[in-house]
């Protein structure tokens, strides 16, 4: 098998989670039968919403240590559980040791096989990712639209993820699964026919079961897919499973 090589700490618990999505969703009878991980977890690269907006300090460099860390230790291609991170591909993509797979991608060909008849997504993530336009640009290749929140509601999202109750300090219930979920029954109520968790820290505070439409956890999606591309066998081909 090849071995993965995820290039975590954006943040830690996003990174467990996405380790744990990869031994979750493997077809495996023993231990043997797993894909080969090496967990790369960097909290220290800058972050990457501020970096976007506000001309903070870039994560690029720290970034491309983290690929030649992978490389070194043995890793045949790579994955950055981070969706903001992904604003940054081009420029780490061109110039990485391994190859990356791309979450933004490989999630619009997950939506395209598994939900053929969407057309219209909410996304729910940074302030960041959403300026970028970089989730739009991917999913409009495959027809899919992208809604975001409003101004207030996309303050909520972020108070959801950075607020001092928020998910990255270690707090998924409560507040920011309530701020979640009403931001998603708003962009629902505009015509979203399914959620996108936008931000791969959304996905530890709330899942498919609190929608009324499908929820799309591009971590599911790029777990999958490094299965596959590890030379692993996926544990049930119809649903990945975050759990």
Not at 70 to 83: H, I, K, Q, T
Not at 92 to 121: M, N, W, Y
Not at 126 to 145: C, K, N, Q
Not at 201 to 214: F, N, S
């Amino acid at each position: 098998m090849k071995t993965v090589g995820v290039l975590g700490g954006m943040g830690p618990e996003a990174t467990a989670y996405f380790f744990a999505l990869l031994v979750r969703n493997t077809r495996a009878a023993r231990d043997q039968d797993h894909v080969p991980v090496i967990v790369c977890n960097l909290p220290r690269i800058p972050d990457r919403t501020r970096a976007i907006l506000h001309g903070g300090p870039s994560p690029l460099p720290a970034l491309r240590r983290g690929l030649e860390t992978l490389s070194r230790a043995g890793a045949d291609f790579a994955v950055m559980p981070c969706v903001s991170a992904h604003y940054f591909y081009a420029g780490l993509a061109a110039r990485s040791p391994i190859p990356i797979v791309h979450l933004l991608e490989e999630t619009a060909a997950d939506i395209r096989k598994r939900f053929p008849r969407i057309r219209t997504i909410g996304l729910l993530a940074t302030t960041g990712t959403v300026s970028t336009g970089i989730v739009a640009d991917v999913f409009r290749l495959a027809g899919i639209e992208v809604l975001v929140p409003g101004g207030p509601g996309q303050k909520r999202v972020m108070t959801a993820i950075y607020g001092r109750r928020g998910i990255k300090a270690g707090t998924a219930a409560g507040h920011p699964h309530r701020i979640l979920i009403g931001v998603a029954g708003e962009l629902v109520r505009m015509g979203a026919q399914a959620i996108v968790a936008g931000c791969t820290e959304i996905p530890i505070a709330i899942g498919e079961d609190d929608l009324t439409v499908p929820f799309i956890d591009p971590m599911c999606a790029a777990a999958l897919a490094c299965i596959l591309r590890a030379g692993g066998f996926i544990r049930d081909a119809g649903r990945p499973s975050a759990s």
